[in-house]
């Protein structure tokens, strides 16, 4: 019996190895991700939105309040979700 089994491992120990190994890769991508920060979310504050936009105070106002600008409120900051505004930008496109 145990002749039997010797005689299997190899092969058993190849067909884990070509299982398993999609499993390490992608497991490894998702570790460099989170190394990189890269998950974490990215916001916008308003002189962000100025400077890269150059949009007025005013106009930031205007859109939050009609619901065009999506906005996070932490106290008395407004926060804009990076991703989000990139979305109107992407949808918005002549």
Do not use: W
């Amino acid at each position: 019996m145990e002749k039997d089994v010797t005689h299997y491992k190899p092969r058993l120990l190849a067909a884990f190895s070509r299982l398993l190994d999609p499993i390490y890769k992608k497991m490894e991508k998702i570790d460099s991700l989170i190394s990189s920060n890269s998950l974490k979310t990215k916001y916008y504050r308003n002189e962000d939105l100025k400077k890269i936009f150059g949009l007025s105070s005013n106009t930031i106002i205007k859109y939050r309040q009609t619901g065009v600008l999506p906005y996070t409120k932490l106290g008395d900051i407004f926060l804009y979700e990076a991703r989000k505004i990139d979305k109107i930008l992407r949808d918005n496109e002549c």
